[in-house]
């Protein structure tokens, strides 16, 4: 077996939600057979044509993915809508948001609402 950037990154890991971060991990990859995975920014990194994803795992305490439309903003992306009864989005700009876990037994409960996020983000990116 091989191991990618991202395994060896996740493999030297050292942070108490690590499971956690996995578990998104493999939702974020399992959203189309195109996502291409990197370390970016220090980081897991998801992409399609473009990035769409980024972990940060620098606090011990938190796991957060960053939904954006790349390592730029896109003036003319139309505006990303995202419905989130689950209250786990936190909108940084225009086309940029921000799920924050603070402890791994809600991440794992929100994986259901985190899976539908993050599928209705990928078919908005164009």
């Not at 998801?46 to 980024?54: G, N």
């Not at 795992?57 to 957060?64: D, I, M, T, W």
Request: proline content about 7%.
């Amino acid at each position: 077996m091989t191991l990618t950037d991202v395994d060896a990154w996740f493999e030297a890991l050292d942070h108490p939600m690590k499971a956690g971060a996995q578990q998104l991990r493999r939702v974020l990859a399992s959203l189309s057979p195109e996502v291409q995975e990197s370390v970016k920014w220090k980081a897991p990194n998801f992409a399609l044509k473009d990035d769409f994803a980024t972990m940060n795992l620098r606090r011990a305490a938190v796991v957060q993915v960053i939904f954006h439309t790349g390592a730029k903003p896109k003036p003319g992306h139309p505006e990303i809508m995202i419905e989130d009864p689950s209250g786990l989005l936190r909108r940084a700009d225009r086309n940029r948001f921000v799920v924050t876990f603070s402890d791994e037994p809600a991440l794992l409960a929100a994986l259901p609402a985190f899976t539908a996020i993050a599928t209705a983000w990928v078919g908005q990116l164009q």
